[in-house]
Structure formats: C-alpha cells, structure tokens
C-alpha cells in the first residue's frame, strides 16, 4: 500500500511555522474545533479577511470612546487561531474550524504596539464567559490585576479554557500567564 500525506492547499502552509512545528496535518486529523467557540480578547478583528471569511460569529468593541476598528494584532491572532483550511488562501489556523467571537478590549496604538485597559479587558471577558466561549485568548501581557483575576477564576469555574501569552521579562511569565488555572 502507498499512503501519501495530507497537507493542506493553502500558499503561505508550507512556510506557516506552526504547520511543521504543531504537526498542524496530523492535528488536524484528530480535531479541527469544529463547533467550539473561541473568544479572541484583542484589538479589532477584520471580519472581511479572506482567511476568517466565515469564522467570526460576533463581533464586539468594548474600547471606550473609540469605534470599532480592524487591526493588525487582533486579525493576525485570528489567523493564528481559525484561519480556513483549504481555501486556496493565506495560511491554515490551528482550529480553522472554530467560531470565534472578535472581542476589541485593546486597540493598536502604533505598528509595534497594541494596548489594553483593565476595564476593556473587565468587559471583553464579562462578555466571553456571559456569551459561552468555551477557550478565551488572551494574547497580552502586563501587571496582576484583582478584577480581571476575578473573571479569570469565574471563567476556569465554568470549565472555560483561558489561553494566554507569556512575557519572558516578568516573573511566571507576566499576569494573566501566571494566574493559577
């Protein structure tokens, strides 16, 4: 018997790092997160990009004072997240059949920085858990904060996978990294 591997047929796979790094094909055989919703807490998400055409079932600004926006961070971790499979474009997401909620707590403050408030952030994550995300990314960093603690804790209760990036300068990798759970 000859078997030949599955790759996915989208451009930018063979050069995506996560493709060969995470065995994307060979996850991709076990789970593709379908009918699981995944909260992105981030800066404005591009609904209207060709690689999440589809994926956003909602999305929501909670950046006071400021109107809903696309951005670079929030849509580049979208991608990551849930870009399509085998639509001939981009890259393939890690759950390119997730349905995520687009959640804008943070906002891009210049090319090389996105920033958040705790009380966008209060909101983004008020809202994620209210509306039954069952994984929220947190793509950010920064000091411990008692409230966004809080939710974290009210969201791990409910069984919600929180998902959050490490800053290697602060100590366990920076809050929400370092919240137990």
Same mark, same amino acid.
């Given at each position: 018997?000859?078997? =030949? !591997?599955?790759? #996915?047929?989208?451009p930018?796979?063979?050069?995506?790092? @996560?493709?060969? +790094?995470?065995?994307? %094909?060979?996850?991709?055989?076990?789970?593709?997160?379908?009918?699981?919703?995944?909260?992105?807490?981030?800066?404005?998400?591009?609904?209207?990009?060709?690689?999440?055409?589809?994926?956003?079932?909602l999305?929501?600004?909670?950046?006071?004072?400021?109107?809903?926006?696309?951005?670079?961070?929030?849509?580049?971790?979208?991608?990551?997240?849930?870009? =399509? !499979?085998?639509? #001939?474009?981009?890259?393939?997401?890690?759950?390119?059949? @997730?349905?995520l +909620?687009?959640?804008? %707590?943070?906002?891009?403050?210049?090319?090389?920085?996105?920033?958040?408030?705790?009380?966008?952030?209060?909101?983004?994550?008020?809202f994620a858990?209210?509306?039954?995300?069952?994984?929220i990314?947190?793509?950010?960093?920064?000091?411990?904060?008692?409230?966004?603690?809080?939710?974290?804790?009210?969201a791990?209760?409910?069984g919600?996978?929180?998902?959050? !990036?490490?800053?290697?300068?602060?100590?366990?990798?920076?809050?929400?990294a @370092?919240?137990p759970?």
């Open positions: 018997n000859i078997y =030949r !591997a599955q790759d #996915h047929d989208d930018l796979y063979t050069v995506q790092p @996560a493709a060969t +790094l995470w065995h994307l %094909a060979a996850l991709h055989e076990q789970a593709t997160g379908r009918q699981v919703r995944i909260a992105v807490v981030d800066s404005g998400v591009e609904s209207a990009h060709p690689d999440l055409a589809g994926q956003i079932e999305s929501e600004n909670f950046v006071a004072a400021s109107p809903f926006t696309a951005e670079r961070h929030g849509t580049e971790v979208a991608g990551i997240i849930a870009a =399509r !499979a085998d639509n #001939h474009v981009g890259i393939v997401g890690v759950a390119p059949h @997730a349905h +909620l687009a959640l804008r %707590a943070c906002w891009q403050a210049s090319a090389h920085a996105t920033l958040c408030t705790s009380l966008g952030l209060a909101r983004a994550l008020d858990i209210a509306h039954d995300a069952q994984v990314n947190l793509s950010l960093s920064g000091a411990p904060d008692l409230l966004l603690g809080k939710l974290l804790d009210v791990l209760k409910r919600i996978s929180v998902v959050a !990036a490490t800053d290697r300068t602060l100590p366990g990798g920076g809050f929400p @370092a919240h759970g």
